[in-house]
Nanobody
Framework: QVQLVESGGGLVRARDSLRLSCAAS????????MGWFRQAPGNEREIVAA????????YYADSVQGRATISRDDAKNTGYLQMNSLKPEDTAVYYC????????????????WGQGTQVTVSS
């Protein structure tokens, strides 16, 4: 069992940066993967980025390519999403999730979800 808690969201200005954190209370095994998803009002949930916990393999949505960096600190059992050059369209609730599956680019494959953290980017 894995429990996840996101933090780091808030109100920022366009072109600013922030880092979201995802702290896991259960053991994340090296075969697992962590993903970041977001959902804006009226929109469907979409994947932002994902990383296999063993490291090395990452995925980024086209909308954040070049602006987002996903990472993890295994010793702290924590994942991170660094977002740079933020845009108003990045405004959404951001969710951290963990999947036990080898496949990690689809939200339907994730087993554990955090409660979400709000990110608001002003113009």
């Amino acid at each position: 069992q894995v429990q996840l808690v996101e933090s780091g969201g808030g109100l920022v200005r366009a072109r600013d940066s922030l880092r979201l954190s995802c702290a896991a209370s259960g053991r994340i095994f090296s075969s697992y993967a962590m993903g970041w998803f977001r959902q804006a009002p009226g929109n469907e949930r979409e994947i932002v980025a994902a990383i296999r916990w063993s490291g090395g393999v990452t995925y980024y949505a086209d909308s954040v390519q070049g602006r987002a960096t996903i990472s993890r600190d295994d010793a702290k059992n924590t994942g991170y999403l660094q977002m740079n050059s933020l845009k108003p369209e990045d405004t959404a609730v951001y969710y951290c999730a963990v999947t036990k599956s080898y496949y990690y680019t689809s939200g339907g494959l994730y087993d554990y979800w955090g409660q979400g953290t709000q990110v608001t980017v002003s113009s």
